[in-house]
């Protein structure tokens, strides 16, 4: 079972008005500074669809925060992108991991995905089953007639965090903040499928929240990787 994600109201707040939307849908509301969400809290994390989501209570006890700067939060380049599941160059037990703290990803392994392989995970996936039935193409449910699916947008990796919470409560939490790179996150972001390096520097993040418990019952609680942040062109159909 997937653990949930803590968020902030207003972070869940915005991800309930944009969920529904495409990009142009989204656009229309930027036009409008009366409606544009573009600044606010939340814009940036995925339509977590597969997943739970929940607002952080009232009464949580925050055991840990880990900030922006934080050497225990990285972007690794080489889990940018769609990953899928014989890419040659996985984390150990990569898959289990981003299951339990991404759930699946919005889009199908039947679209587009296999053209936008990050470069350090490409292979050659079969797409046999699709010359053979056309109708596959494009289905949001995706297909088991063709490798997974297992990521596709900008990973985050949080290491030794299980020795971190040693003397924390299950029901305590980690507060984690995500610089956001709008050159990665925003349109035309040329350095997406590149080795461009992933900017923490910048001013905004976005913040969430995880149960001390959920991350002592993960597949391995010194290493994560969370599927969470949302670029303009997952929506978009620039890689889809």
């Not at 991800?15 to 989204?26: E, H, K, S, T």
């Not at 606010?40 to 700067?69: C, M, N, Q, T, W």
């Not at 899928?84 to 339990?100: M, N, S, T």
């Not at 079969?126 to 995706?142: F, N, Q």
Request: hydrophobic residues 40%; proline residues 8%; charged residues 25%.
């Amino acid at each position: 079972m997937p653990a949930t994600i803590y968020v902030t109201p207003a972070s869940l707040a915005t991800m309930l008005l944009i969920a529904p939307l495409d990009y142009y849908d989204r656009c229309t509301l930027s036009d409008d500074p009366a409606t544009d969400p573009t600044h606010r809290e939340g814009y940036y994390l995925k339509d977590l669809s597969f997943l739970p989501v929940s607002v952080l209570p009232d009464a949580a006890h925050i055991a840990l925060r880990l900030d922006a700067d934080a050497a225990e939060v990285t972007f690794p380049t080489e889990l940018r992108g769609c990953i899928f599941e014989r890419a040659p160059h996985l984390p150990p037990d990569y898959q289990r991991i981003i299951a339990y703290w991404s759930g699946s990803p919005i889009n199908a392994n039947s679209d587009c995905a296999v053209y936008y392989q990050c470069p350090a995970q490409r292979y050659e996936v079969s797409l046999a089953a699709l010359k053979a039935s056309p109708e596959l193409i494009g289905r949001r449910d995706g297909t088991p007639l063709i490798d997974a699916l297992l990521s596709e947008g900008v990973v985050v990796s949080i290491a030794g965090l299980g020795a971190l919470i040693v003397e924390a409560a299950d029901d305590d939490f980690v507060s984690v903040e995500l610089p956001i790179d709008d050159d990665l996150l925003g349109l035309d972001n040329g350095g997406f499928l590149a080795e461009k390096p992933y900017d923490v520097t910048s001013a905004r993040v976005e913040r969430i929240f995880l149960r001390v418990a959920d991350i002592r019952r993960s597949p391995n609680p010194q290493c994560l990787y969370i599927d969470i942040l949302r670029y303009e062109e997952l929506d978009y159909g620039f890689y889809y």
